[in-house]
């Protein structure tokens, strides 16, 4: 159950108004089969020519070095939150096409989209997800190997989406 939902001016679906990001987290891992949905319903998002230009990269708690090796791709302010969350998850984004490298100029709406489907079913699990642009991305780039697809010849700004059962604020 979810403890804030928004006042709409017009009827809309519970999962929207539902959603809200939190900085306190409960200390209880989330299910693998919640996870497993999560980037179910992510994958099933539409995109420019079926492109799909998302990846997700996940550390859960249960591996510390994971996590550690993720929290540190955050900035310090993030961090400071993040580091109690029970799941981390680095999001991707290819800005050229696969198939003939050319410019995607859909590809981070695509992944906004993918990451909008993953947000609301969490919501509908109970879960909360507290999204973050907050990130160090050319350290992220270094330890996940995330190949560069920038037209300005940087490799493409991450965002990390957090996922974890809702909690007050603190
Ligand atoms: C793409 C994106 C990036 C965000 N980056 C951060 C961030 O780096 N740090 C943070 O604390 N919150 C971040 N947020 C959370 C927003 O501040 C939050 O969604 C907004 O204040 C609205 O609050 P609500 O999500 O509870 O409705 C981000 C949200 C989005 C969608």
């Known amino acids: 159950m979810n403890i804030k939902k928004a006042v709409t001016d017009y009827p809309i679906q519970h999962a929207l108004a539902d959603r809200w990001s939190p900085y306190g987290f409960e200390d209880r891992p989330v299910a693998e089969a919640d996870l497993c949905s999560l980037f179910e319903a992510a994958r099933w998002a539409a995109s420019s020519y079926n492109e799909q230009p998302w990846n997700y990269i996940l550390a859960t708690k249960e591996n510390p070095k994971e996590f550690d090796q993720l929290l540190a791709c955050l900035v310090e302010a993030n961090q400071a939150w993040a580091k109690a969350a029970p799941v981390l998850v680095l999001g991707v984004v290819s800005l050229r096409?696969?198939?003939?490298?050319?410019?995607?100029?859909?590809?981070?709406?695509?992944?906004?989209?993918?990451?909008?489907?993953?947000v609301m079913e969490a919501t509908t699990r109970g879960l909360s997800v507290h999204q973050m642009i907050g990130i160090l991305p050319d350290k992220a780039r270094e330890v996940y190997q995330i190949p560069n697809t920038s037209r300005r010849g940087r490799p493409r700004p991450s965002a990390i989406t957090l996922?974890?059962?809702?909690?007050?604020?603190p």
Request: proline share 14%.
């Open 97 to 118: 096409f696969a198939k003939n490298q050319k410019d995607n100029r859909a590809a981070v709406h695509d992944l906004g989209l993918a990451s909008g489907n993953l």
């Open 163 to 169: 996922t974890q059962p809702p909690c007050p604020p």
